[in-house]
């Protein structure tokens, strides 16, 4: 599973450490930062219930 990292950092925020998040619904990339870790959650990007997944 990839990792944030400061040649890569997320997309959504910056960071530049965490594992990759992904959100079902809109495909947002991000890092638990972002959407608050793993599991069915509100994403703050697409404003929907979705699985957040680690890829």
Request: hydrophobic share 25%; proline share 4%.
């Amino acid at each position: 599973m990839p990792n944030w990292s400061k040649e890569r950092p997320c997309e959504s925020c910056g960071a530049i450490s965490g594992r990759q998040l992904q959100c079902n619904n809109c495909a947002t990339l991000g890092c638990k930062r972002c959407f608050g870790g793993t599991g069915k959650r509100h994403c703050k990007f697409c404003k929907k219930m979705s699985e957040i997944v680690e890829i």
